[in-house]
C-alpha cells in the first residue's frame, strides 16, 4: 500500500531545518538510552537510525545529514556509546541511511513498506560491507543481520506509521 503525502526537502539556509533536525537529534538520544535499559537492547533494535530514517525521508537528505552525523557523535560524547571503535562504522550507516531515505522519497514522491525495505536493506548492506572492510571479521559486521532484525522491522513499520501519521510537523 504506497501512501502520497507531504513530503519536504528543506534547506540548510532554513531555521525549519535544523530545528527539525535537533528534534530528530534528541530523539536519537533518547531512544538508545531506553533501548539500553534492555540487555542487548542496542543490537536488538539499533536505536540510533530510528529518527534518522524518519528525518531524512519526511524533510530531505539534508535534514537527515544533520540526524546522521550529530546522533551518534552527540550520543558518544555525551554517553560513550556508541563505542569509539563502532564510530565510523555507525556513522557511515547513518549518513548511507540519511541519503537513502532522502532519494527514495524524493524519486517516489510517496511513502510504501516496500521503499522502506529497500531503504533500510540498503543502508544495512552498504554498512555491513564497510563494517567488514573497517574491523576485518564478516560475523561481527552481520551483526545488524544476526540480531538486528527487531530493529529493522521497527525501523520499517514504526518509521512507516511516524512518517504517515505524522501530519504538518
Not at 530523539?27 to 539500553?36: D, I, R, V
Not at 531524512?56 to 569509539?84: E, I, Q
Not at 555507525?90 to 524519486?107: E, M, P, Q, T
Request: hydrophobic letters at 55%; glycine letters at 8%; aromatic letters at 16%.
Amino acid at each position: 500500500m504506497a501512501t502520497t503525502l507531504k513530503l519536504y526537502s528543506l534547506n540548510y539556509t532554513q531555521l525549519r531545518t535544523y530545528l527539525i533536525a535537533l528534534a530528530f537529534i534528541i530523539g536519537n538520544m533518547l531512544f538508545p538510552q531506553l533501548a539500553h535499559l534492555i540487555p542487548q537492547g542496542g543490537f536488538i533494535f539499533l536505536p540510533i537510525y530510528f529518527f534518522t530514517l524518519i528525518g531524512a525521508y519526511k524533510y530531505g537528505w539534508r535534514t537527515g545529514l544533520l540526524t546522521a552525523v550529530l546522533s551518534p557523535t552527540a550520543n558518544y560524547l555525551l554517553f560513550g556509546m556508541p563505542p569509539l571503535a563502532v564510530l565510523p562504522a555507525i556513522l557511515f550507516k547513518s549518513v548511507f541511511l540519511a541519503l537513502a531515505a532522502g532519494y527514495a522519497a524524493h524519486r517516489f514522491k510517496r511513502l510504501s513498506i516496500p521503499i522502506l525495505i529497500a531503504v533500510v536493506l540498503s543502508y544495512q548492506l552498504a554498512g555491513t560491507l564497510v563494517e567488514w572492510a573497517l574491523i576485518g571479521h564478516f560475523f561481527e559486521a552481520i551483526q545488524d543481520f544476526r540480531i538486528g532484525i527487531p530493529g529493522m522491522l521497527l525501523q520499517v513499520f514504526g518509521g512507516y506509521l511516524v512518517i504517515r501519521y505524522s501530519g504538518r510537523l
